[in-house]
């Protein structure tokens, strides 16, 4: 079945540094790929999508290229800032032949800039 | 514009007692899912609707775990007799036609003793 692979946490940064957060997925067809984030004691809300291969998802300065090729979904960052310390889940939904908005989750990162 | 709002926030209980969770959606969307998320087994989609009816229950854990959505604003989770391992955040979501974007409650937080 589909599924999605996040690099295990915590991922801990110093304030300014470069940010990548890796996910692989395995899919069917040609699934549309997401980034959610989750903030302390919040609910999950989406960073960034992308629906085919080779668009680039962007928001909030974070960036993820889907890569059809390496079936991969990075996400970076230039210079992350304290705030956003958080949990990062890779999602995947795939195509199925009925209408759905079954979205497959990753096991999430933790994210922890210090000053 | 008011979000997904779940109650209650937190709820402790004693095992063997049943748990009412609830949720109502955003205004105008069409599709509805609960999630369970714990530290062991990450966030785990347990049931969702589409236009209030249940369309993939099969994520829900046992016949002690039922959800309902008797209209387009309101759905219930409920457990019956609740379980010292059904201790987790459950999260209620909604989507309209925007495929993929979910918008989350903040979580209601169930601890069974």
């Known amino acids: 079945g589909d599924s999605v692979t996040q690099m295990e946490g915590p991922v801990t940064l110093s304030e300014e540094a470069f940010l990548t957060i890796n996910c692989t997925y395995t899919?069917?067809?040609?699934?549309?790929l997401f980034w959610y984030v989750q903030y302390p004691g919040e609910g999950l809300q989406l960073l960034l999508k992308?629906?085919?291969?080779?668009d680039k998802g962007s928001n909030k300065g974070f960036e993820a290229t889907y890569r059809k090729e390496t079936t991969s979904f990075h996400l970076e960052k230039g210079s992350v800032q304290v705030s956003d310390s958080a949990v990062y889940f890779c999602a995947l939904l795939g195509r199925y032949g009925g209408a759905t908005n079954k979205l497959i989750f990753g096991t999430g990162t933790l994210l922890a800039v210090q000053p | 514009d008011a979000g997904v709002i779940q109650s209650p926030r937190h709820e402790v209980t004693e095992m063997g007692q049943e748990v009412t969770l609830r949720c109502k959606p955003i205004?105008?969307?069409?599709?509805l899912f609960w999630y369970r998320q714990t530290m062991m087994r990450g966030l785990e989609l347990l049931i969702y609707?589409?236009?209030?009816?249940?369309?993939?229950d099969s994520g829900m854990p046992e016949d002690r775990f039922s959800a309902k959505m008797p209209n387009a604003s309101f759905s219930t989770l409920k457990i019956q007799p609740s379980e010292p391992r059904d201790s987790a955040v459950y999260f209620c979501?909604?989507?309209?036609?925007?495929?993929?974007?979910?918008?989350f409650g903040e979580g209601s937080r169930l601890t069974v003793l």
């Open positions: 205004s105008g969307h069409n599709s």
């Open positions: 899919a069917t067809g040609y699934p549309s």
């Open positions: 979501a909604s989507s309209s036609s925007s495929v993929g974007e979910l918008f």
């Open positions: 609707f589409n236009n209030n009816v249940p369309i993939d």
């Open positions: 992308a629906t085919k291969a080779d």
